[in-house]
């Protein structure tokens, strides 16, 4: 990525591990002050101490996204640190191995749960940053949703809910605060190899390396991605090249969209 952010405030939701990890350190490189907020404190720890050259750097903040407290605890230290937040990632997104299941038989509080985590937490970190964004006339929300809110696959009611959600609620905060010169944008990646995906293999159990050539295989560019093909799509969002953009979601997920089906 060739664009600076040096000067540039970003707080990123689940941003110990994964697809989050790969965000923080895309735009700490390119020289941001980031916010990591997860609930994983030993993976947040860890990525905080990554060496970082030039202005970039990463805090660690512990906080449940979920919690209305605890996102606004994260725009109170953006704004301690740095004086505000100039791009938020609601990156968080959750789907518990345990929860693989037909609509029917998920239970209240996993549906809750996952709400809360993938959606209900974009609105909140939303209601936190906004006033700040608004004072400022500037700033960019980026949501991770997921090829999974354009289609879905048995299994995930909660999830792909959530997803269909978080580009719904995208495209309606988009027009909220265009006046204001706030832009919000959404991501799809398809399979990205994260914690979270592999967890799911596990889950699964038989032969992962065959199940991982499936996957690759899924997606017509023949591989899965990398949290860096997420995280180089979210900084072009934020970047003054996109200033022309908010209320669009965009794929990046190796023309697995484009397939039409991959279920
Ligand atoms: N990996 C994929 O294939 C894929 C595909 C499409 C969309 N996504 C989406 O990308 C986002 C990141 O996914 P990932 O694969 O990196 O997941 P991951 O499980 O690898 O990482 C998620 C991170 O979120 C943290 N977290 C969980 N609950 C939290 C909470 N309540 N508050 C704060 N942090 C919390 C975890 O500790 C972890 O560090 C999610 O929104 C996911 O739905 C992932």
Same mark, same amino acid.
């Given at each position: 990525m060739t664009s600076n952010f040096t000067g540039t405030t970003v707080i990123v939701t $689940?941003?110990?591990?994964?697809i989050g990890r790969g965000i923080c350190l895309g735009f700490a490189r390119a020289g941001a002050a980031v916010l990591c907020a997860d609930i994983d404190t030993a993976a947040g720890v860890e990525l905080a101490a990554e060496p970082i050259s030039g202005t970039g750097e990463i805090r660690f903040q512990r906080a449940d996204a979920s919690q209305a407290s605890a996102c606004q605890g994260l725009v109170d230290t953006a704004t301690e640190l740095?004086?505000?937040? $100039?791009v938020v990632c609601n990156n968080v997104g959750i789907q518990p191995t345990?929860?693989?299941?037909?609509a029917h038989e998920l239970s209240e509080a996993a549906w809750d749960r996952i709400i809360n985590v993938n959606l209900k937490s974009a609105f909140l970190m939303t209601r936190a940053c906004i006033p700040g964004m608004i004072t400022r006339r500037k700033g960019v929300i980026i949501n991770t949703a997921s090829v999974q809110g354009l289609q879905s696959a048995k299994g995930v009611s909660a999830y792909a809910a959530s997803k269909g959600g978080i580009l719904s609620l995208t495209r309606q905060l988009a027009l909220e605060y265009a006046e204001y010169g706030i832009r919000v944008l959404a991501v799809n990646p398809g399979t990205i190899d994260t914690p979270l995906v592999d967890e799911a293999l596990a889950a699964v159990g038989g032969d992962e390396a065959a199940a991982r050539v499936h996957m690759a295989a899924l997606h017509p560019l023949g591989r899965i991605g990398q949290p860096e093909d997420v995280a180089n799509l979210v900084m072009f969002l934020a970047s003054?090249?996109?200033?022309?953009?908010?209320g669009e979601n965009i794929c990046v997920d190796g023309g697995l969209m484009a397939r039409g089906s991959w279920g």
């Open positions: $689940g941003g110990a591990k994964g740095w004086g505000g937040a $100039g345990d929860c693989y299941l037909p003054d090249g996109a200033s022309f953009m908010t």
